[in-house]
């Protein structure tokens, strides 16, 4: 047992730990009851929202929520009311929990200069039943932060790509882009590119916990088909039916593979399923011709065309099976492409590949 | 087999060190995943073998450290481990694996970013590199040189192709949605110089509607292209987007560049050219379709691809469809999947995909597979997640897996 070996149950135990901590160590409440609270009917009978949510104009972030408690109620309310009327679940009524603000938002400054307008934001106000609509972004950025106030500076840190500036932490945002860095469409083969030239952008919402999933193809546990397997909504490359189209897909484009796979990976399961390189290979992908010069399916043309259908199974160290034949003095003969001399001038000795032949 | 790097090492230490410095002051997200998928495949040996790997899974983000002199770091980390309950085929099963364990972090009020240990680099021409070792970044007035170097991470029992790499870029974001940059990058097996790249990447957004995505990366070694990609997209309002999309690839070039297989290649090329629109039409529709011709070296053809999807708080359905055409083969996928969600904590799911396939392969021109899956949040942060899969393959005669995953996502902290 090698060092790596012996590793492998110490990393195990401690992911295994990790989980059970979590599992017996840390359990949130359950919240069953959920306030029910008609803010319509409140304001059709003259109420200001600075009535109920009294300390909210000096609420300098969001973690001063000002949810009113029993204590404002009953200012209106008879302390005999029904409890029902606003918990869905009176006997399991618990102190709401403490807010985990995202966004960077001053009320106070905001009600200054709003007059005390909170509806100028707030359009759309909770409801029994409904859940509240917040103020989206491009609201703000087309409303008052337009860009043409000097004092505001929301366009600048746009332009600078300084969301954290106003989003705490996008990660545990729950909202997506809309406009110009909208993941529609195809961008599961899009985003690549626009991720070359803007990571820093993408990495603003995506920790690479979440690239891990998909791009740590080398250390992975499983592909993102199996661990994802109940978002058939998103758009994962390897579904149910891509064992039946790989070799099209691969033929296709062989680079797209080679992107994320080894080889290693490709020849351990066309060995597992007898279409690999074996001699005793029952399921042998070769045509008639292969072996022979002049077919017109002869293995050196396609060769020369698609080298990485030949590497998916075939050994690509120096013990590759064709080398066996195409070596100095070899019945294959010279392996190079015609124009090999114009690009490789002399043999590198430095190259244990070309010293394979040329000893 | 390789012992742990020396990357990963000063990154375990350093997370460590971290971690006993700012954990009062941190934000952690975690999330701890058991999954399993039992399977009775038929490989080509014809006979039924029986497969259900366990694993346990862990990311650990732990963010907003306050530092010393004033900037914040972050520690990432993201491992899993895995047993075989059964396995009767005769092959290793699961180890155990880390897919990310890094420092990040700033000074000079975040002008020098630096990333430590085992990680993504994915700018320019490094493309999305898994690497043990170092990344830095400096941006000054809108302009920015990163640097970075490593051992590149290789396949669990893999022996390396490439040991080391080492690169970086230069860059000019003047606005959040506009950079250009300038990239280089070099791979050594130990000492040799197996790959060297340039590059020049870019994204501009013209007038608020049109966005310009291109970048082109050249081997100095092959003296030609490695790949190069150009995308332009217009977009007419919310409703349309059209756009038209270009890509060349050198496939041999994606080869491990000391394989043996680049002696028999020639100049492989595949260029890939096409447009796409996405619209939407009403609420909740959602459309987009995408036609590429392509032009191979050992052929021609075209792919055509799909979706048009209908999205509300209670239901999604969706209609995919995928068409490839190439060197006197192809294939017609069509998929339909369906998510109901009658309350907040439960999510039922399914999906049916089906493959006409233009040759036979292994005799089956015909290929369906279907799944049906359940997602119920039991508790906050708690969910757990059943599926069942099946269908036909040309390689496995019939296949039915179950699949189960239980979740645990907590969020700690969050004072600022």
Redesign the interface.
């Known amino acids: 047992m090698n060092a790596r070996q012996k590793l492998l149950p110490v990393v195990l135990g401690a992911l295994l730990g990790v989980a059970c901590a979590g599992l017996f160590g840390h359990v949130n409440p359950v919240p069953t009851d959920h306030l029910r609270f008609p803010h319509q009917k409140h304001l059709d009978m003259g109420q200001a929202c600075t009535d109920c949510h009294q300390k909210i104009s000096t609420a300098k972030d969001l973690s001063q929520l000002d949810i009113p408690g029993h204590d404002v109620c009953m200012q209106c309310h008879d302390k005999k009311a029904d409890c029902k009327k606003c918990h869905s679940d009176p006997t399991a009524a618990a102190p709401l929990p403490k807010p985990h603000p995202t966004l960077a938002f001053n009320h106070e400054n905001h009600i200054k200069r709003m007059n005390g307008e909170c509806k100028d934001c707030h359009q759309e106000l909770p409801e029994i039943g409904k859940p509240a609509r917040m103020p989206t972004m491009a609201a703000c950025f087309q409303s008052c932060h337009d860009g043409k106030h000097k004092t505001s500076p929301h366009h600048a840190w746009y332009a600078a790509g300084e969301c954290g500036s106003c989003h705490l932490n996008l990660w545990e945002n729950p909202l997506k882009p809309q406009s110009l860095f909208a993941h529609q469409g195809d961008w599961l083969h899009e985003h690549p590119l626009a991720a070359r030239s803007e990571g820093a952008a993408c990495s603003q919402c995506h920790p690479q916990t979440f690239c891990s999933d998909c791009h740590a193809a080398k250390t992975v546990a499983a592909g993102p088909n199996k661990l994802q397997f109940d978002r058939v909504d998103r758009q994962l490359i390897h579904r149910a039916n891509w064992l039946a189209e790989h070799p099209i897909e691969a033929n296709a484009n062989p680079a797209e593979c080679e992107r994320c796979h080894t080889l290693d990976q490709c020849a351990s399961c066309h060995n597992r399923h007898q279409v690999g390189a074996s001699a005793t290979n029952p399921r042998s992908p070769h045509p008639a011709g292969w072996a022979f010069p002049g077919s017109a399916q002869f293995h050196g043309d396609a060769a020369r065309m698609n080298i990485t259908s030949c590497a998916a199974c075939h050994e690509h160290g120096g013990h590759s099976d064709c080398v066996t034949c195409h070596k100095v003095g070899g019945i294959g003969g010279n392996p190079h492409p015609v124009d090999w001399d114009t690009r490789h001038k002399t043999v590198d000795r430095a190259n244990p590949m070309c010293m394979e032949c040329h000893i | ?4 790097s020396l990357g990963l090492l000063v990154a375990a230490g350093a997370a460590i060190l971290l971690f006993a410095l700012g954990a009062r002051a941190a ?1 952690v ?7 399993t ?1 039992a399977s009775q495949p038929t ?3 014809a006979e039924s073998h029986t497969l259900v790997p366990a ?7 732990a ?2 450290i306050h530092m010393p002199w004033g900037d914040t770091a972050a520690v ?1 980390l ?6 075989d309950l059964a396995n009767d ?1 005769g ?1 290793s099963g ?7 364990l ?1 420092v990040e972090g700033g000074a000079f009020r975040h002008a020098l970013t630096f990333r430590l240990g085992r ?2 680099v ?3 021409v490094a ?2 590199t ?1 690497l043990d070792g170092a990344n830095l970044q400096y941006v000054v007035h ?1 302009i920015g040189l990163q640097a970075y170097g490593g051992a590149i ?4 029992f ?1 022996e390396p ?1 490439a040991t080391t790499m080492a690169g970086g870029r230069l ?1 000019w ?5 506009t ?3 300038a990239s280089y990058a070099q791979i050594f097996d130990h ?2 110089s197996v790959r060297q790249e340039v590059g020049l ?3 501009a ?1 013209l007038l ?1 509607r049109l ?1 310009l ?3 082109a990366f050249y081997d100095l070694a ?2 030609r292209i490695a ?1 190069a ?1 150009g ?1 332009a997209s217009w ?1 007419f309002g919310r409703l349309v ?1 059209l ?1 038209a999309r270009y890509q060349r ?8 560049p ?11 090329r ?1 260029d ?1 050219v096409g447009g ?1 629109a ?1 619209v939407t039409p009403a609420e909740h529709w ?1 459309i ?1 379709l ?1 036609g590429l011709g ?1 032009l ?4 021609n ?1 075209f ?1 055509t ?1 799909g ?1 048009v ?1 209908w ?1 509300q708080r209670f239901y ?1 359905i ?1 209609l995919d469809v995928h068409t ?1 055409s ?2 006197a ?3 017609l ?1 069509p ?1 339909l ?3 109901w969600r009658p309350g907040d904590k439960l ?1 039922l ?3 049916l ?3 006409w ?2 040759h036979p ?2 005799g ?1 021109t015909h ?5 049906g ?1 359940a ?1 119920w949040t039991f ?4 969910q757990l ?1 059943l ?1 069942v ?1 099946g ?1 036909d ?4 005669s019939q296949d039915v897996e179950v ?1 189960g ?1 239980l979740q ?1 996502a ?2 700690f902290g ?3």
Do not use: C, K
């Not at chain 2, 087999?1 to 742990?4: A, D, G, I, L, Q």
């Not at chain 2, 694993?55 to 983000?61: A, F």
């Not at chain 2, 991470?153 to 669990?156: D, F, G, I, Y």
């Not at chain 2, 393959?393 to 496995?396: K, M």
């Open positions: 087999m390789r012992p742990p934000t997200q975690a999330t701890a995943t058991t999954y998928d490989y080509g040996d694993y346990e899974l862990v990311d650990v983000t963010n907003q990432v993201s491992g899993w481990g895995g047993v085929t092959t699961p180890g155990a694996d880390l897919n990310l890094y990680q993504f994915m700018n320019g493309r999305m898994q809108h991470v290789t396949p669990r893999a192709l860059f974001n003047p606005t959040l949605e950079e250009i940059g000492a040799l990447d870019g994204r957004v608020h966005v995505d291109a970048s092959a003296a790949e990609v995308d977009r987007t756009g690839t050198a496939p041999d070039l994606f080869l491990p000391n394989s043996i297989w680049t002696v028999f290649a020639d100049d492989e595949r890939s796409f996405i959602s987009w995408e392509i191979g070296s050992n052929g053809g792919e691809t979706r999807s999205t999604s969706g490839l190439y060197d083969d192809g294939h996928t998929r999947y369906a998510v999510t799911s399914g999906d995909e089906e493959t396939l233009q392969m292994n089956v290929v369906f597979n279907a799944s899956t997602a508790v906050p942060s708690w997640a599926a899969l269908g393959t040309p390689f496995l699949l995953r645990w907590p969020t969050g004072q600022r």
